[in-house]
Each structure stands twice: as C-alpha cells, then as structure tokens.
C-alpha cells in the first residue's frame, strides 16, 4: 500500500505543486497536523476546549436558571445575602488546581518543544526573511550549515555567514521554496535581515517570531506526513505583509536528495547569488 | 471600617471655583460633571469613527482590493478600490488606537470615572478641578494628533497599535515616518491626559469621602476605578517613556530598538507590553464595578462577596504587572521566562473567575428587573466568560505556539472588550443616562438596540475563533493571497455582513441617545430606587453636588433588607433603632 502510495503522492505532488491543500471539509476547524509535536499541541487544545466547554456550559445554564427563576415576581422580595465564605473557598480553590495543572502540564509540553535539544541527525535549514520574501540556506552534501551570526547578517550577506567557513562551500540556497524530507528531524535557524518576521505553518502547528539582530536555533519539527503547504509571515512586516509567502513542501527522503542535489550549487558559484526575489510588495 | 475621611469634603477640598455658564460651561467647566459629559460626546464621537474604520477593515477582508479576479482583473468587482495595503494596515493600526485610547479608556475612566467618582462619594468636584480640565483637553489634543496621521505623507502609522520596531521605529522599513511620528506623540499625549486623571482620581477617593464612608463601603465602581487609577499611574508612563523613545528613533537618529545600530527590538516588545497588559485589565475593571453596581441594582441584591469582589480587583491589579510576557511567548525572548509568565497568565484568570462565580451569587435568590440596562449588564458577564475562556487557551504555552496571532486572538480581545467593556459601557449609559440629563432613555428602543448588538456582535466575533483555528493570520490585507485560507472566505464574508449590522444597530443607541435628552420621561431623582449617594440629588445634579454633605451609615448594596418598607436602604439613611436591631451579620 505504501509502496504503491509513494510514487503516487510524488505524482499527484507534481501535479499539483502550485496548489496548497485546500480544505474542501472542515473549513471551521483546524487545519490536519504534520508535525510530531502537533499531537501535544492538539490534544492539550482538546482539553482546553473540554474544560471550558463544560464549564461554559455550567455557567450558561445556572445563569439561564436564575434569570428565570428569579425573574421579578409581584409579592416575592429578593432574598438579602451578602454572600457565603464557604462558596468563596471553593470556587477560589478550584480553579486555582485547574489553571495550575494547566500550567504544569503546558510548561512540560513547551519545554519538550522547546528546551530540549534538537536530536543530532536534524537537517539544519537556515531562514532568514526579509521584507517581503524568504531566503533559505540548506547544507549540502557535507550536512552541515554554515554558521551564522546575527552581527553579520546584511543586504549582501542575508545569512550572516562567513565566507571562508568550510561548511558553507557546498550549502545552497532559495528564496521562498522550502522542501522537507518527511519522517527526519529538522532544525532551523531563523533570523531576519529588517524588521520582525515570523515563521508561521498552521499544518505544523508552528509560530515563531524572527526578530532582527538574533538567530534562533531552538526550534525543530518532524514532519509526518508529505504534502504542500504555504509557509506564512505571521508578524507585520510592511505593505507587502499580506503576500509574504513560501512555498513549502514535505517529500519522501529519496525525493528530497533528488531536489537538493538539482540546487546544488556549481562549485565556483557563491550562494547569496540565488536571491532573487520573487514574492514582491504589490502596490 | 468606617473611617471617617473628611469631615466636610464639599467645602474642604476642590470646590473653590464658580459654576461656568454658556458656552464656556461645554469649553472650559471645571465641573466634573461637565468634564465627564465632555469625555462622553467626544468618545462617543470617536466610537462612530472606530467603528467606520472597522467596516472599511471588514470590507477589504471580504471583499479585497487586490484579489486577482479568474478574468485577470485586479480587485473584486465590489471592492473598494482606495483600499491599497498599505492603507489596510493604516486602518487596523487606527481602528485599535482610535477605540483602546480614544473610546474605551476615555468612556469608563474620563466619562464614568468624572462623572460617578465624587457623586458616589459624596464630594462636591475632584481634588483638582483644573488639571481635570486640562486631562481632557489633552484627550481631545492626542486624538486630533493621531487622527491627523491620515492626512500627512505617507498617511497613518500602519505597524499595528502594538508597534513593534524595528517596523515601526525605522523610516525606511515603514514608509510612513511622519504618520509614525504623529501617533507617538499621540500615545505621549494621551498618557499625560490619563496620569493627570489618575492621580485626581486617587487623591479624590482617599481624601474626600464622605463622612463614614468607608473603604469597605464604597461603591465597587468606585473600587474598580481607584485600582483602575493606580494601574494607570504605573503602566502609562511606561508607554510614555517608550513613545519618547520611538519619536527619536524615527527623526533624531537614535537607535534604542534598531538592531542594525545596537539597538534591541524585544525592548520595545517589552515597554509596549509592561504598560500594555496591565492596559488590558484598565480597559476591564471598570467595566467589572460598574457591572457589579448595575447588576444589583436590577437584581434587588447585596453584591455578593463584596470583599471578594474588591480583593480579586487588587489580585487582578497586582497580578496584571507580572503577565506581560505572555503576549511574547514566541517572540524569541528567553524560553524559560515564557514558562514563568505562562504560570502568572494561568493564576490570573483565578480572580476573573472569582468575580463570575460571584456575579452568578448576586442573582440568586435575586427579583431581577429586565431593563435595558441589566439586559446589557447580563451580556457582559456571558461574553466576558466567553472571552475569558479563549484566553486560557493563549495562556498555555504550546496551543500559543498554534494560535498566536491568529483570527482567534481577534476573537478573543473582540469578546473582552466589545462583549465585556463595550456592553458595559452601554449598561452604564442606561442606568445613569438619567442621573446626567434628567431624563430616561427610551427602553423599547434600548432592547432593540441591544438584542440587534448581541446577535450581530456574537454573528461578527464567534466564527472569528474559526477562521482563526483554521489558520487565517491577523493583519493581512487580503486573505486570498494564500491558497490555504480561500476555502475559508465564506465566513469572512459572513462575518463582515454581521458587522456592517452590528455597525447599522449602533445608530439606534445613538438616535435613543439624542432623541432622550429632550423627549424622555423625567427621572426624578431616583429612578432606578439605587441605594448609592448620586440618587440622593437631583437629576442633573447642580454645581456642587451635594447642599449638604451627607453622613454615609450603610453600605453600597443594602437591598431587600428585612423589616423596611422599601427593598432598599440609601447609604445616607440614618439608622432607625428598628432596623439597627434587625440588620444582618455579613455572612461568614
């Protein structure tokens, strides 16, 4: 099944290469999830979403019943209370254990996600935005990026980087395609060559701010699931905020080589000479 | 408890200035009460004009300018062609500094607070009249001057109401430094208008009390806007300071949040928020006290837990200094402080809780009158909840990563403040409309006015939560730029056409609003049989206030005690023996 799936999807991804997923079901929900740490995201949504619900519901209904129960009547005077300090304890303790393990419970999910060092094998991609578009560096056959320091990050050097780094000799890069081989860890870089930027995949359940002046190299994901999504900008950026997007897809392994090795660059090429850009402002 | 703080505040303090008449009276009246009508018209004035700016906002997201059209055509046939993005941006930016700094604020704190604040308390004006005065009129200045961004070059501010540099701080990037600089100075000008009010107000509450009017027996509106006051006095100048700092950036050639010159953005995320989530409970607790007031009024009860109600203001005054960090979880600031300010987040919504679960107590056991005003008052705590819900799921850091700075956090601040300030807002105008100008407002037209604003308001801002979760971000100019978001351009269509009639509804407040000032019933005195001191004087009450100061012998919500003839019990009522015997111990 597999087997047979795989050359299919890769066809049905040619094809249609220029559409993202278009949700023609459940446009009022979310999106499906491709990322391993979606699943955490999803499931403590749900029990957000289990909590409140319920206790919405219990809200609404004793509110619904008092206004009808105690909806002014001739003859019956309202009764005089000033309130009830046992009531008080409880309605105070018990949200404060709910809110807590909320808390709790989040603050491990966002420090698996978050803290936790990307595993060693992770493809190191680097994306730096700038207004409007996406420059995106992936190592080449060595597996290793060039490092990147935000002092460095310029107009002629949007990926901060040092020329004469040996790993940076074979990395080449895009601008606005991202391709992901799906089932590896991969950790990116984000910086930004202007103003903030911010690297949003609703499918990946993924935001995160790119400020100028920084590099973040906190943040990895494993893609699950091969599709074609479309990276947004998630933080005004300018007039052309609107469009500032990419296009990203996540493929089977072998596809992925075949993808990086067409972009390898030629040996003498230097790697900022692909930035052209091609999402611009519209006016 | 019941200290007694002034022995004859109407003469003691602030009263020194004669009654303005003509037109000087609307232009330059020391009155409070001409002051607090001033900030209402105008803030009404600017609520239209928020509201205007939303519909062009709604328009272009369903209907955008720059779609590209299967023919090849730019724009969508019914587009508004004036509406490029760079003027969207504008409009959002504006919408959200036109209604936090110019509607919201100035209605509960300049229009409530001035009026409310010494008739509650039984003093004849504030401390200080004439910096009262002049609080307004710098409203009325930093308004003009953000407004004023619309007609320069480039056109207004367009990088959002938060601002975040390096966007908003350098020329280059923006592309509207004299619109930029203009509303900095607006925000500066704003701030120094709302901490003149701020310590007028505190001042005003600690020192002219009436006589045995206690802390514990004032009025939770009168609470809610002294913590209010403190809020204000410590988090505004902080977004004075970086305003400052925002207009040197763009035309002095500093460089506190340009990174390429050393400088730091999350500086600038971090002075916005420090004034800007203790901004968002400014915005709320007034709306709280005046909902508490307007919800026993109309239900015939005590608020219920009183001192849990003030104790949660203070908790909610003091907790909304440490969350700040929660509007940047993912701003790339320290991981670990974003699990900190994630606990802070989740402990807040303790007190909002509290004050729920009490404001369901106030109606038990309640002889509920359904006014307009307690209808709007009703809504409040229903859509607060709802909001208040939505925000849990932006307090947990992983479903943030997922959420943040989508359509759902839209809906989310849309539910706090139309659901929660803006109904009550309207419960208030309902309740003391007749306090200010003698003369009820019209009911039928009132429930129209409201069932229309809660159906289209709940139509306009609940498939916003949808939209959102489905992956649509805020702030851009068209949705259909991104393939994923078109399936979802059905809901935004229907949410603009809710809109326009949640924007069409509002007129028939503002027809009952002028149409009453002439043809309402009178009100008398007391028309709603409230138990506070503002119902003890004539409607409207003279220069002055008070003939005579009143002694206070009760508290605020003495209702439906036992063994009087009437369900209420004004707070200046001299104790009779009879009664005296009878009274009932606090519960507890």
Known sequence: MSKLFIPLAT????????????????????????????????????????????????VFSVMIYFIVKYRARPGVPAIHSHGNNTLEVIWTTIPVFIFLALAIYGNEQWTRMRLRTPPADALPVAVVGEQFGWNVRYPGPDGKLAKMTAAKVSKENPFGIDPQDPDGHDDFTTYGELVFPVGRPVRLYLSSKDVIHAFYVPEFRLYQDMVPGRVYDFVWFKAEATGYFQLACNQLCGQGHYKMFGKLSVVPEPEYEAWAKGKAPAATASSESSSTPVAVAGR | MSTIAASHPAEAHGHGHEEATGWKKYLWSLDHKIIG????????????????????LRWQLAYPSTQVMPNGDVGNPISLPFINPQFYNALFTMHATVMVFLVVMPLL?????????????????????????????????????????????????????????PLSSVAAYNGTKMGQTLWAAGIF??????????????????????????????????????????????????????????????????????????????????LFWFFGHPEVYIMILPAMGMASDV?????RKPVFGYKAMVFAMIAIGFLGFIVWGHHMFVSGMNLVLSAAFGVSTMVIAVPSAIKTFNWLGTLWGGSIRFTTAMLNALAFVAMFVIGGFSGIFMASTPVNIFVHHTYFIVAHFHYVLFGGSIFAIFASIYTWYPKMFGRMLD???????????????????????????????????????????????????????????????QLIFFWNFFRSMKHGKPAGKNPWQATTLEWTVDSPPGHGNFAVTPTVYHGAYEYSLPGHSRDFVMQNEPPTADAGSRRPVHAG
């Open chain 1, 11 to 58: 066809l049905l991804l040619t094809l249609s290469h220029s559409h993202a997923e278009i949700r023609q079901t459940s446009v009022w929900w979310l999106p499906r999830n491709v990322n391993m740490f979606g699943h955490e995201i999803d499931f403590i949504f749900y029990v957000i979403l289990w909590i409140t619900g319920i206790t919405a519901v219990a």
């Open chain 2, 443 to 505: 009911e039928t037209l009132g429930k129209i006015h409201f069932a229309l604003t809660f159906v289209f308001f709940n139509l306009c801002f609940f498939p916003m939560h949808n939209v959102g979760l489905g992956g649509m971000m805020r702030r851009i100019a068209d949705p259909t730029a991104y393939e994923h978001l078109r399936s979802l351009q059905p809901i935004n269509q229907f949410i603009t056409m809710s809109a326009i009639g949640l924007g069409f509804s």
């Open chain 2, 109 to 165: 704190i300049g229009a409530f607070g001035n009026y409310l604040i010494p008739l509650k308390i039984g003093a004849g004006d504030m401390a200080f009249p004439l910096i009262n005065e002049l609080s307004y009129w710098f409203f009325v200045v930093s308004g003009a001057v953000m407004l004023a961004g619309f007609f320069v070059a480039g056109g207004a501010a367009a990088g959002g109401w938060t601002s975040y540099a």
């Open chain 2, 189 to 270: 000008i704003n701030g120094l208008a709302s901490i003149m009010g701020a310590f007028n107000y505190i001042t005003t509450i600690v020192n002219m009390r009436a006589p045995g009017l206690g802390f514990f027996r004032l009025p939770l509106t009168v609470w809610a806007l002294f913590i209010t006051a403190f809020l204000l006095l410590l988090a505004v100048p902080v977004l004075s300071a970086a305003g400052a700092m925002l207009i040197l950036d763009l035309n002095f050639g500093t460089s506190f949040f340009n990174p390429a010159k050393g400088g730091q953005p999350l500086l600038w995320q971090h």
């Open chain 2, 37 to 56: 009508l001033q900030y209402l018209f105008t803030s009404l004035g600017f609520l239209l004009l928020g509201g205007a700016l939303a519909l062009l």
């Open chain 2, 295 to 299: 919800l026993c009024i109309f239900s």
